[in-house]
């Protein structure tokens, strides 16, 4: 079974760079069909899906977060990150990764979540 695990500052100052990890084990992040996606809740709103990194390498965001956002991804250790720039208190949330095996969307393991704030 795939696990997910973000780590990661808790704590981000307004116009600075938040970066995420997601550690996956259980599993290749190369795999066939594989989508590795970021998403996050911020308080008191739904679930917004930030962006993903296929297993191919290839990235799509959502329009409203593309400008700033960018995910990468480390195969030697099997992680993927994000990287969110100018940051600002309506970037807090709570930050999940999430696989979705064969059809991007449909997610079948999430991380337990990281808490980042964004505060001077």
């Known amino acids: 079974q795939v696990q997910l695990q973000e780590s990661g500052p808790g704590l981000v100052k307004p116009s600075q760079t938040l970066s995420l990890t997601c550690t996956v084990s259980?599993?290749?992040?190369?795999?066939?069909?594989?989508?590795w996606s970021w998403i996050r809740q911020s308080p008191g709103k739904g679930l917004e899906w930030m962006g993903a990194?296929?297993?191919?390498?290839?990235?799509d965001y959502n329009p409203s977060l593309k400008s700033h956002t960018s995910i990468s991804r480390d195969t030697s250790k099997n992680q993927f990150s994000l990287q969110l720039s100018s940051v600002t208190p309506e970037d807090t949330a709570v930050y999940y990764c999430?696989?979705?095996?064969?059809?991007?969307?449909?997610?079948?393991?999430w991380g337990q979540g990281t808490q980042v704030t964004v505060s001077s």
């Open positions: 990194i296929a297993y191919d390498g290839s990235t």
């Open positions: 259980g599993g290749s992040i190369t795999t066939t069909y594989y989508y």
């Open positions: 999430a696989l979705s095996p064969g059809h991007l969307g449909d997610f079948g393991s």
